[in-house]
Each structure stands twice: as structure tokens, then as C-alpha cells.
């Protein structure tokens, strides 16, 4: 098939603004700024799993504590009782070596309970603090991630608008060109992945 020169200027043209709009929308599906969300968002994730479960964790030691707190008192109050009843006098003799054996029992699991509610008390603090920095750190992703976001936004909207100023370029060209001429050059086109029309400057492919 023979074309005019002409038109083969105008063709070599329209391959000219399908390559940019090409280029552009390759360049729109390869910002960084997408890669660098989906490494935020993978992060942001993994951070509220572990803020889950520290919440999981921490509802379990808080529970433990008021266990423990519940069991103190209990010991307390029956240590006093036994405290009370023999300083109020008038209990048998043979009662008082059993009573102060309770006594002495009550106040050594007082102190083992003490020292348990101690050590989770200590544990519950760990733990909320590492809360507070997964809390912190989902803060810091969250913000990346709106600025990272905004920023995708823009790089979009800025490729966008040059893809549509080309496209606009494109079809005056085309409307230029016969509608049998520009239908095979598309038809190219989707054959090769792109391209429709070469030049030769030649034996040198432009």
C-alpha cells in the first residue's frame, strides 16, 4: 500500500503522540510513590496485628490483677478477723495456737500474692508501654500515608492532564488522515503492542 508523503509525515506523527501517551501512562503505573504505599500500608498492617494483640494482652494482665487484688483482700480480711478475735480475748486456750497458725499461714500467702500482683504490675506496664509506641508508630504511618496518598494524587492528576493535552494532539492529527489509513495503523498497533509506523532515515530506523 502506497502513501503520500505527506501522510507519512502525518502518521510518523500520530506514532510520535501515541509513544508519549504510552510513556506517560507507563510512567503513571510506575510512580515510586506507589511502591512506597504499598511498603506503608504492609507496614501499617503489621503494626495494628500488634497492636491487637498487645490490646488482647494487656485485657488478659489487667484481668490477672484484679484476681490478685481480689485474692489480697480476701487474705486481708480474714487475717484481720483472726487478729480482731484474738485481741478481743476470751478464745480457748487450745484455739489460739490454731489461730495464730492461720494468722502466720495468711500472712505468707499475703506476701506470695503481693509479689505476684507486684511482678504483673510490672508486666502490665511493659506492655503498655510498647502499646503507646505501636500506637505512636501507626500515628507516623498514618501521616506518611495521607502525605504519600496526596502526593500519588497529584503525580496522577499532572499525568493525566499531559496524557489528555497529547491525546488532543493525536486527534487532530488523525482527523487529518484518512479513517481506512488511521483503522490499519491502529490495527498495527495492537498487533505489535504499540507500534504502527517506523521511519527510515536510510537504512537507519527513526
Known sequence: MRVPAAEQRLL???QSHDTRIARLTHEARSLPVRARLTAGEAAREE????????EATYSDQRRELAR???DIEKVVNRRQRHEERLGAGGVPAKEVVAIQAEIDHLRQRQSI????QLEAMEEADATEGARAFVASRIAELDEQLAR?????????????????????????VALQLPSGLVELYDA???????????????TTTE
Request: aromatic share 0%.
Open 12 to 14: 510518523l506523527e500520530l
Open 47 to 54: 503494626q495494628d496485628t500488634e497492636r491487637i494483640r498487645l
Open 68 to 70: 490478685l487484688e481480689a
Open 113 to 116: 500474692l503481693e509479689d505476684e
Open 148 to 172: 504519600d496518598g496526596e502526593e500519588k494524587q497529584a503525580e496522577l492528576a499532572r499525568l493525566r492532564a499531559a496524557a489528555a493535552a497529547v491525546q488532543a494532539q493525536r486527534d487532530t
Open 188 to 202: 498495527v498497533r495492537r498487533e505489535t503492542g504499540g507500534l504502527g509506523v517506523v521511519g527510515l532515515s536510510g
